[in-house]
């Protein structure tokens, strides 16, 4: 694998082969571990709203991996600024996965259809759509992790621009080197914001025994005031 090659993967439509977790989808409306709680008609009404999406997502990967050296204790990386956080996410990694991912235009064309008229619909959309591509970086995640065993290798958590002290900006620095327009349609705004709506930008690294200290997600960040935080 060459580092300055930027790998795509393309998943199948329906689910993917991510199986959907409807209690994930809940949390993402708020029901914050109380997904028991929500009652038949709104269960009704995301039933609805699965069979209205049947087909509408396409499933996009583009990543590159990349060596690592470190220098006084962080991670020498391509970004223009340097991020305590993600060292500690990285630590003990000889190799970083920098990856892209997204379900694809058409949930966003969805969404904004009923926003107006049917803004429980949306809102239902909304939190399909953010578990469908949360579902795609773990399952993307799940197979390099996979492939690292293979090398004796394992992996850190993902940590994404935005997270803990990496500022958002380090977006600009995914999108130079992933080149995540051509490869994978995904396109970055002035205000840093990603159009398909739902598609993100993540690192991860590798080496040996980097698993024993991995967490995940909000265990891993220090946005403490996230409405979806769960620990």
């Keep these: 694998m060459t580092e300055n090659t930027v790998y795509v993967k393309k998943y199948g439509s329906g689910d993917g082969g991510f199986p959907v977790n409807e209690r994930e989808i809940w949390r993402y409306c708020g029901y914050m571990g109380m997904a028991e709680t929500v009652d038949d008609a709104l269960k009704e009404l995301l039933s609805e709203v699965r069979s209205e999406l049947e087909g509408a997502f396409s499933y996009k990967v583009c990543y590159r991996r990349m060596e690592l ?3 006084d204790g962080m991670p020498v990386l391509p970004f223009g600024v340097q991020s305590g956080d993600l060292a500690r996410c990285l630590a003990g990694s000889r190799e970083v996965i920098l990856f892209a991912a997204t ?12 926003q107006r008229f049917a803004p429980t619909k949306a809102l239902l959309m909304q939190a399909y759509g953010a578990e469908r591509v949360e579902g795609l970086c773990d399952g993307f995640c799940r197979e390099i992790a ?12 993902r940590f994404s621009p935005g997270y803990g002290d990496l500022p958002l900006e380090t977006q600009n620095d995914f999108f130079r080197l992933l080149d995540c327009s051509r490869q994978i349609g995904i396109a970055l705004n002035e205000s840093l914001l990603m159009t398909p709506s739902k598609s993100v930008t993540a690192i991860f690294g ?13 265990a891993d960040c220090t946005g403490v005031d996230c409405a979806f935080r769960t620990v």
Excluded: F, M, N, P
């Excluded at 025994?209 to 991995?214: D, L, N, P, S, T």
């Design 69 to 71: 050296s470190w220098q």
């Design 103 to 114: 379900v694809g235009l058409e949930i966003d064309r969805h969404i904004a259809r009923h």
């Design 146 to 157: 996979d492939q690292a065993a293979q090398e004796g290798l394992s992996c850190t958590a």
């Design 206 to 218: 590798l080496g040996e025994c980097v698993g024993e200290k991995r967490r995940h997600g909000c």
